[in-house]
């Protein structure tokens, strides 16, 4: 089911967001400038207002799938309305994975660059 797999996207988003904050703690624990403090708390900001998206997507699309299961008919994914809310659930599922991407590989390197100091 397409919504399963949105889920589980989310599910990536969080595991990986989670590996940062790790890193994250760790690199803090090692470096103690203005400038990296300063840093890590943007990056802990944008993991916050990413969580906060990635929830409500989760709550949107787990409302839709209910909705659908309690229908118990495989019209509803037919009808307009449904194909509707589905495609705009993909397209947001798009733009969150694709900043996402952006964002991480920005923040590996930024990683990657503190480290080899």
């Known amino acids: ?3 399963d797999g949105l ?3 989310l599910d990536v988003v969080q595991e ?3 590996a940062i904050k790790r890193k994250l703690s760790g690199l803090l624990d090692n470096v103690v400038s203005t400038h990296f403090i300063n840093w890590a708390e ?3 900001q944008q993991i916050l207002n990413r969580e906060a998206a ?6 949107d699309i787990i409302a839709l799938k209910k909705t659908i299961v309690q229908k118990k008919s495989v019209i509803y994914f037919f009808d307009n309305q ?8 993909k397209e947001q599922m798009a733009y969150l994975q694709n900043e996402f991407n952006i964002w ?3 923040t590996a390197e930024k990683f990657d660059s503190i480290l080899a100091l």
């Open 42 to 44: 943007d990056i802990h």
């Open 82 to 89: 449904y194909v509707k809310m589905i495609t705009k659930y």
């Open 7 to 9: 889920l589980s996207t």
């Open 16 to 18: 990986e967001q989670t």
């Open 104 to 106: 991480s590989k920005a």
């Open 54 to 59: 990635v929830q409500l997507l989760r709550k």
């Open 1 to 3: 089911m397409d919504l």
